[in-house]
Structures are given as structure tokens and as C-alpha cells.
């Protein structure tokens, strides 16, 4: 909410700026943390990155291999939108589209909840905040 409070103080100075309705970026703002901590609630975000940093980071920081690079809110939208049940199912099994995704990213030895925080992870850093 804190946040929410200068931008209502500019909409009042800056009337016209905000398109007239001050009540606006308030009606729009989400309760706390936004979609994101919907999507992500129930995993261990802290776990994720560890095993991200370990076993992803190598492809998906920098987009290697035409994989989503993390963060990176447009490449990331539209396959949000599969649901995370499925977005994780794939991480597991590894799948083949535009390049090519290696089971748990390639390391056998992780546990299928390791992958899953590592995916919440993922999401947790691509939406629009
Ligand atoms: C060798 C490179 C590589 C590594 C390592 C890797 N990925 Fe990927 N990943 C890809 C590529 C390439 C794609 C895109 C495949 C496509 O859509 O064509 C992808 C796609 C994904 C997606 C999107 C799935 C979808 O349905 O759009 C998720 C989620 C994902 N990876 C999770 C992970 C996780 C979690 C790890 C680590 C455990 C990981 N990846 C490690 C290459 C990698």
C-alpha cells in the first residue's frame, strides 16, 4: 500500500496527467505482492533460487538456447497463462518447441518439488510487478 499513496499525491497535483481519475492507480493496484504471490504461494521461493541459480540459471539468465530469459516479463506472459500445474509438469518431463528443454533441466538427481520452487521462482521474477 505504501506506495500507492505518492502516486495518489501526484494525481491530485498533476490532475490532467492521470487521465482525470485519481482513483485509478488505486482501483488497479493489487493487494499486496500482486498476482505474482497468488501464483507462487505454497512454494519455497528461497529453495528455488538456489536450485535456479544451480541448475537453470545457465540457459535461462541469458536466454540461451531460445529459452525464456527470466525477468523477462513478455516471454513470460503467455506461457504463465498455461497454469503453473503444467508449466512445471514440462520442467520435469522436458518438452521440445522452439528449443529445447532438458527434463529438470538436465539434472536427474532433483526431486520434482526442488524443480517445482525453482519454477515458482522463475514466475515469481517474470510477472510485471
Ligand atoms: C540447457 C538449457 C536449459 C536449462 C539448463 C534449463 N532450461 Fe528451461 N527451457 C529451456 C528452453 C530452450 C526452453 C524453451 C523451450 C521452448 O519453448 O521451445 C525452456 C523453457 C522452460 C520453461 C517454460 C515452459 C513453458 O511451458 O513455456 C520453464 C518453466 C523452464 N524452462 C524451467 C526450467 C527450470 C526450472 C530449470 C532448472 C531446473 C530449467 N528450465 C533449466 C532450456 C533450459
Redesign the pocket.
Known amino acids: 500500500m505504501k506506495k500507492i499513496l505518492p502516486v495518489a499525491a501526484l494525481c491530485s497535483i498533476f490532475f490532467i496527467g492521470c487521465g482525470g481519475g485519481a482513483e485509478k492507480p488505486a482501483a488497479k493496484a493489487p493487494a499486496e505482492g500482486g498476482a505474482a504471490s497468488e501464483l507462487v504461494s505454497g512454494y519455497d521461493l528461497a529453495n528455488g533460487k538456489e536450485?535456479?541459480d544451480a541448475?537453470?540459471a545457465?540457459?535461462?539468465d541469458e536466454g540461451?538456447?531460445?529459452?525464456?530469459k527470466t525477468g523477462e516479463v513478455s516471454a513470460w506472459t503467455a506461457?504463465i497463462d498455461?497454469g503453473m500445474d503444467?508449466?512445471i509438469q514440462?520442467?520435469i518431463d522436458g518438452?521440445?518447441?522452439?528449443?529445447?528443454?532438458?527434463a529438470?533441466?538436465?539434472?536427474d538427481a532433483?526431486t520434482d518439488e526442488e524443480?517445482a520452487n525453482?519454477?515458482a521462482y522463475?514466475v515469481n521474477e517474470s510477472v510485471a510487478k
Open positions: 536450485v535456479y541448475n537453470c545457465s540457459c535461462h540461451v538456447l531460445k529459452s525464456p506461457r498455461q503444467t508449466l514440462k520442467s518438452y521440445v518447441a522452439e528449443g529445447n528443454m532438458p529438470k533441466g538436465g539434472n532433483l524443480v525453482a519454477v522463475m
